[in-house]
């Protein structure tokens, strides 16, 4: 049996669409197909993932779901934060609803029950992040790039990703976090980001095979290539030194007195948050510590919580003029450093919203829709 279907394309009259549908025998695949913006997931696309992935659930002919990108430079270099902004500055509630969707669809794919293989070849970053984490397979090519930059747009690491950096050998999480800082294929396979190496060459075959229905496992298995130890595990000593600390002021204190020492690791890094949002930096390291003890449903949550307040509020407009759209790369955070004034201000971003959370099922809900 061999069919194709296009039926859940989406797209506008005369435009390519932006996510292209195809079933082949037992494999259905998802392209992500933005290229001039290096794939940014933006809400049409998050709607039309989240209306076929429960179709393609109950298909009993599917055996498995891949995730792919037409552009090799990118995976998914993030969420289309533009459009985000631009949303919550004319009409807030639909930039929340752009949240509310994209959300859901994280804890979409992670209670979906088919086996899924996200094929990374490039940028793959924020929501990116998002769409691959919770699938079964995620295989890097040599190309690949992680990483969570959110802080240097006003934002926080969301899209469940906090729980991920929570489970992470402390506290690289928590670095990462913070920093932004992007990694390759071989620390992501060590951190578990990444569950095979396999050389892009190798990505037409392996769909092939799919296909056909061959196992997955002990397929990627044998492709897989070990890697050397990456820049990120050369560093874990620097890391534990000084992220440890269980504040942000304790951790720019630590890094300080490096730099006094004359550590160049330590002056890099103090420099690379001066670039962050002060507000963000806070937020991050209390929602990477609160996701210790929460499962992704949570997480998702409170990631909604947070985000609503980052869009009504003004760092996250200014990050997003600062790099994407004067991109004069000067952002003019309020405040412009951290001290304890921030405190109460991110006191307030971690309140409930009153009638108006996310809600998501539970699991056992999710597993009973068969989805």
Known sequence: MNQH???LKTSTVGQSPKIIA???QALQTFTLNRPNALNALDDEMCRTLSSAIPTVARNPDVYIVALLSNNPRAFCAGGDVRALSVAAKDDIETAKSYLRTEYSLNWLLECFSKPTVSFIDGLCMGSGAGLTAYNTHRIAGENFKWAMPETKIGLFPDVGISRV?????WPIGIYLGLTGRAIGRADAQWLGLVTHCISATHFPGILAK?????PVDPMLDALNEIQAPGDLQKDRGHIIEHFSEPTLQGILRSLTNAEV???EWAKKTLADLAKCSPISLAITIRHIQSALSFDIRQTLIEDYRLAVRCIENHDFHEGVRALLIDKDGSPAWKPNRYDDSI???VEAYFAPLPG????????????AARV
């Open 5 to 7: 279907n296009t039926d």
């Open 22 to 24: 195809d079933r082949s």
């Open 165 to 169: 950096l929570a489970k992470m050998p």
């Open 210 to 214: 799919l296909k056909d229905a061959e």
């Open 261 to 263: 020492k004359g550590s």
């Open 343 to 345: 405190a109460d201000v």
């Open 356 to 367: 108006a959370e996310l809600e998501l099922p539970k699991r056992t809900e999710m597993q």
